[in-house]
């Protein structure tokens, strides 16, 4: 068994939530804030078998797209002064993958 933990930009939630429950996928899904640009995320938490983990990335790696964006430099945490936008790449998806030693369901 393997927790597959996914962090992915809130803009690319409800279309991945979608595609887990058409593909029979069980999800916990957690709203979070990212500390870079203080925006918000959600984190899915998806328990499977060691046999379905490269379905699961596969699904989150076609549902999570990375895209560029401006934001202030206020919201960016540089050391320096800036006054006009600054050009980020936002989205994409951050996936932990742990072992799961023991897993119960009530």
Known sequence: MKLVIAIVQKDDANKLQRAFVKNNIRATKLATTGGFLSEGNVTFLIGTEEEHVEDVLTIIK?????????????L?????????PVQVTVGG?????VN????RRF
């Open 93 to 97: 998806a951050t996936c932990f993958v």
């Open 62 to 74: 076609e549902k999570s797209q990375a895209r560029e964006e401006y934001v202030q430099p206020n």
């Open 100 to 103: 799961v030693d023991e897993f």
């Open 76 to 84: 960016i945490p540089t050391g320096m002064e800036l006054n006009q």
